[in-house]
C-alpha cells in the first residue's frame, strides 16, 4: 500500500504549469517538522482540480496537510547524469489552521487590546 499523510507548512506559493490540453500541474515545497527542531522539505504535485485549489488557495508559510501516494522517477540531466526523483502526489489537500493563525499577530506595529479592557485604559472614553 502507497499512502503518504504530512502535515507542514509550504516553503513558497505553488508554482502551476499548463499542458497544450489545459490540464494544471501545481508543483510546491512542504516543510515537515521532524523531532529536535529539524525539518524535511518534501516536494509535493497535485493534478487537475487538486492544481487548480493549490493556485487559488495556498500560499507561502500556510500550514496544511495532504493525503496522497508516494512517487518515484528518474531521467538524465545534460550533463549525461542520471537523476532520480522523489514527490508525494497529493489526492487530499487541506487546511490546518484559519487565515488569521498563520499571519503575523503584530502586521501593523499595533498591540491588539482584548474585547473587554476598555475601561482600564487611560483613554477610554476620551
Do not use: W
Not at 526523483?85 to 502586521?107: G, I, L, N, W, Y
Not at 487590546?113 to 476620551?126: I, K, N, Q, R, S
Amino acid at each position: 500500500m502507497n499512502v503518504a499523510i504530512l502535515m507542514g507548512r509550504l516553503t513558497k506559493k505553488p508554482e502551476i504549469r499548463t499542458t497544450t490540453d489545459g490540464f494544471s500541474i501545481a508543483s510546491y515545497t512542504l516543510a515537515v517538522d521532524r523531532l529536535k527542531g529539524e525539518a524535511d522539505f518534501i516536494n509535493i504535485k497535485a493534478f487537475g482540480k487538486g492544481a487548480d485549489f493549490a493556485e487559488k488557495y495556498l500560499d507561502k508559510g500556510m500550514k496544511i496537510a495532504i493525503t496522497g501516494r508516494i512517487q518515484t522517477g528518474s531521467y538524465t540531466n545534460k550533463e549525461g547524469r542520471k537523476v532520480y526523483t522523489f514527490d508525494v502526489v497529493a489526492d487530499r489537500q487541506e487546511f490546518c489552521e484559519r487565515k488569521a493563525e498563520s499571519e503575523p499577530a503584530h502586521d501593523d506595529g499595533f498591540m491588539r487590546v482584548p474585547d473587554g479592557v476598555d475601561e482600564e485604559l487611560p483613554f477610554a472614553g476620551v
